[in-house]
């Protein structure tokens, strides 16, 4: 079931504390970034769609979702499913790959052996989203798969037999939103591959223009577009005008084109956010615009970097204008679906803001608090440290790293027994019993995968069907990327 809002925001609230461990649990004192990073990027291959190479790691998964687009004779087939369904929905994909992309265009140089797999994770998502903006003129394909009929299933990726429901937006039915995101993907990753394949590099940042013409010239929401197809799993709650900026933002970066520049001041944005995530890109692009005027001294970003130590003003838990709660344990509590995927977010632009401040010996204030480089980057490591098992539960939220993490995750593929293992189909409900409300751990270990984590009272059940707290998602995984590699490049 892909992640939601606010829904059952009470029930949530009020879940207790629902597991304590004993002392004899221990984990690492420092923790092993270089193994998580690599991890967390493992994990991609679990949500792989389409016909998988010789190369997959997660032995578990096979094809699947083969004959994507047939509906609409395209071919639709590869990039990710979005968490623990079977559905793509290139909102959060693109979100997901902008965010890998960013996380290895800043942090590259420290990820060393991963380097090569961040790419080939970026890829099978890029090569995915250009068959999206390239298949049918005037469309830009957005997802595949009816989420309302998939979600009433449990079976694997590899059995699905739910119509494979394609959607898309046009002039007369826009979507500035997810056009505006798939173009930040690609004009990303076009920096990605600059160097190591110019020609495909070339391809994707052709294409990210004119996506983005799309998104500017064909103005609206794509939740007005598409409805129930979208809503209430990936609304765009925020508009699109953040996409507009983010998208922008990403092809200056990638052009040098002050045409974007232009686009930029004409949009006026300066939203006040103390939340960065799949919907919500305006933190995201002040960050990202930041670098400008930090590390090139351009006085044309200053408004932009204002904005972003603004947001980080009202992050840290110190500062007179914080808008952040944080639970006992020292975990950033925003919202109580799915929380760790606003973490990872804000934690990887704590990171790159604090790289930037440090290349230019940069320091601002909120009130009387004076942040410098280390100040963002301390919390940002708490941040981390607290996923990786450095909290009161002394439990990883990373599948397959430390000696104790989640083992009934809410995810289809993870939780039934391999094609190896039961040849045989499940269908549509075969899953639900005995599998889905078994209190066993799920058969298949998906390795790196980060879930939607404890409650404000760092609890956390271990349940399959809280989904809200044990489902993991790409999203979540592609921001914690940056962060990791960060660390384990320093440490």
């Known amino acids: 079931m892909a992640m939601r809002y606010t829904e059952f925001l009470c029930v949530l609230f009020c879940l207790p504390l629902l597991l304590v461990l004993g002392s004899s649990v221990t984990v690492q004192a420092n923790p092993n970034y270089r193994d998580a990073l690599a991890k967390s990027i493992l994990f991609f291959q679990g949500q792989r769609s389409g016909r998988l190479p010789n190369t997959q790691q997660i032995t578990w998964r096979s094809n699947s979702g083969i004959f994507d687009g047939r509906l609409a004779n395209v071919d639709l087939s590869g990039g990710y499913y979005d968490a623990g369904d079977n559905v793509k929905f290139n909102f959060p994909m693109a979100y997901t790959t902008t965010m890998l992309s960013w996380a290895t265009l800043e942090y590259g140089k420290r990820m060393g052996p991963q380097l090569p797999t961040a790419r080939a994770a970026i890829r099978w998502a890029t090569d995915y989203l250009l068959k999206c903006a390239r298949a ?58 600059r160097r190591v394949d110019p020609k495909y590099s070339e391809l994707l940042l052709s294409t990210a223009k004119n996506v983005m013409q799309f998104a500017v010239q064909h103005r609206g929401a794509y939740s007005d577009s598409l409805g129930s197809a979208v809503c209430p799993f990936y609304c765009s709650y925020s508009g699109y005008t953040d996409e507009l900026l983010w998208g922008a ?64 003003c009202r992050i840290l838990p110190n500062s007179p204008s914080s808008s952040t709660q944080y639970t006992q344990g020292g975990l950033m509590y925003k919202l109580p679906e ?154």
């Not at 394909?141 to 739910?162: A, F, L, Q, S």
């Not at 351009?298 to 972003?308: G, I, L």
């Not at 993490?405 to 045989?424: C, T, V």
């Open 136 to 193: 049918t003129p005037g469309r830009l394909y957005v997802g595949v798969g009816d989420p309302n009929v998939d979600h009433k299933c449990w079976e694997r990726p590899e059995d699905m037999d739910t119509a494979r429901s394609i959607y898309f937006v046009t002039a007369s039915n826009p979507g500035s939103d997810v056009a505006g995101e798939t173009a930040a993907a690609l004009a990303a990753a076009s920096m990605v591959f």
């Open 249 to 312: 933002a990403w092809l200056l970066r990638a052009t040098n084109d002050v045409s974007y520049f232009n686009f930029l001041k004409s949009l006026g944005a300066s939203d006040a956010t103390d939340i960065f995530s799949w919907d919500n890109k305006y933190a995201g692009a002040y960050v990202l615009l930041s670098r400008r005027a930090l590390l090139s001294n351009d006085k044309n970003f200053e408004p932009f970097n204002q904005e972003a130590e603004q947001f980080m």
């Open 338 to 491: 799915s929380n760790l995927q606003y973490v990872t977010a804000i934690t990887s632009l704590l990171t790159t803001y604090s790289k930037y401040m440090a290349a230019a010996k940069h320091t601002f204030n909120c009130g009387n608090l004076i942040v410098t480089a280390n100040t963002l980057r301390n919390l940002a490591k708490k941040q981390v440290d607290y996923i990786l098992g450095e909290n009161p539960l002394k439990m990883s939220y990373m599948v397959g790293y430390g000696p104790y993490y989640p083992k009934r995750i809410h995810h289809r593929g993870s939780s039934l027994p391999s094609l190896a293992r039961h040849p045989q189909s499940f269908g549509c409900e075969g899953g639900f019993q005995p599998f889905f409300y078994s209190s066993s751990p799920n058969p298949n270990i998906l390795t790196g995968a980060i879930v939607g984590g404890p409650n404000q009272n760092d609890g956390f059940q271990d349940d399959r069907s809280d989904y809200s707290h044990s489902e993991p998602a790409t999203y979540i995984n592609a921001a914690i990327v940056g962060p990791l590699a960060y660390f384990a490049g320093t440490g």
